[in-house]
């Protein structure tokens, strides 16, 4: 599941990707279908999105091609 929210997160980064307001809710969108496609709970999906989404802001800045 996590190389395959890496996955996903990388493909679908732009150029400024953290400053652009309308790129999160895409990826927000994709690891939540990514959560429910693992069986994640439901009431936990959205703390784990904001997690997964905080993580690839601070660790993968220069990911947009």
Same mark, same amino acid.
């Given at each position: 599941?996590? =190389?395959? +929210? @890496?996955?996903?997160?990388? /493909?679908?980064?732009?150029?400024?990707?953290?400053?652009? #307001?309308?790129?999160?809710?895409?990826? =927000?969108? +994709? @690891?939540?279908?990514?959560? /429910?496609?693992?069986?994640?709970?439901?009431?936990?999906? #959205?703390?784990?999105?904001?997690?997964?989404?905080?993580?690839?802001?601070?660790?993968?800045?220069?990911?947009?091609?």
């Amino acid at each position: 599941m996590a =190389r395959e +929210l @890496v996955e996903t997160v990388c /493909r679908n980064v732009t150029i400024n990707w953290i400053q652009k #307001e309308n790129v999160k809710p895409n990826l =927000r969108r +994709l @690891v939540k279908r990514l959560l /429910r496609k693992y069986g994640y709970l439901p009431d936990k999906q #959205e703390k784990a999105t904001v997690t997964v989404l905080e993580q690839a802001e601070s660790l993968c800045k220069n990911w947009a091609a």
